[in-house]
């Protein structure tokens, strides 16, 4: 049996991908979560016999430390974190202590038998950047604000702890990823909410800012698929892949699909635009993760179709 430890287990990202990993009969999961944005129930509901979930902070080395030695961990993905723009903006300090969870997580995974971390970087490490498509090896990173400056720190602690120690990564830079079970606060869940419940979609801006929206199947599917690769060839060098998709589509052009879709006819209200946090545009190179996935990407028209399946994230 494979025992796989997943951070942020009960967030949007983090709960899909345990789902996906208990579709496994080989696989073992445990998730931890400090319910902080996270969700139980957002949880599995199915091969219970297989998973196990811990409430804790992975920033608590006394904490985190506890599931490693109680548990023979193979592979770790760690994907806890402060997430959302204005969260981060709000809470900078909360932000910057997650560079204590992916120290723990490195010095924890060097000293035990684990073989590969996955870690969840972002796209917000490129910060405004001065190349399209951002590229994984390519494009300068230009992380300035204390949410990018964690992604871009953490990643240097993996690169170091696998240059000292041998410790193996691989790295997800996420682009804007949504599906049911997201947060409110993101974009996409909040303009579906506000067309139905309240008749107006709020814009910052004028809407002109573009966004790659990758549905939570692709996310998933491309790194479970890197997780069998990994296993079947424990040797694989470290990698870095951007996890998004690669249609550019305006905040604007999003909220007149989402009236479109729903037949809402909300009235679209522009705010003023946001001070920091809200890049002008991202469009990633997405060469490596279509290699994962290995199948069409899904649309954003039919991503949103899928989330108004479900009501009980819609309303």
Known sequence: M?????????????????EKLLSNPDFFVIA????STGSLEKLPKKNLDRFRFIKLNVNDYNDISAVFFSYPIDYVFHYAAVVGVQRTLEQPFNVLK?????ENICKL??????????????SEVYGESVEFPQNEDTTPLNARLPYA????????????FN????????????????????????????????AFKEKKITIYGDGSQTRTFCYINDNVDATYNHLLQCIENPNLDPKIFNIGNNNETTVLELANLINKITNANAELVFLPALKEGDMKRRLPDITKMKQLLNRPMTSLE?????ILKDTKFIL
């Open 98 to 102: 997650d560079i204590y969870g992916t």
């Open 32 to 35: 931890v979560d400090n319910l």
């Open 2 to 18: 494979i025992h796989i430890l997943v951070t942020g287990g009960a967030g949007f990202i983090g709960s899909s991908l345990v």
């Open 163 to 194: 240059q000292e120690f041998g410790l193996q990564y691989s790295i997800f830079r996420f682009f804007n990823t949504y599906g049911p079970k997201q947060n409110p606060d993101f974009v996409i869940s909040k303009f579906i909410r506000q």
């Open 149 to 160: 400056a964690v992604k871009n720190l953490s990643e240097i602690y993996l690169k170091t």
């Open 109 to 122: 995974s060097k000293n035990t038998k684990v073989k590969r971390v996955f870690y969840s970087s972002s």
């Open 302 to 306: 039919d991503g949103i179709k899928e």
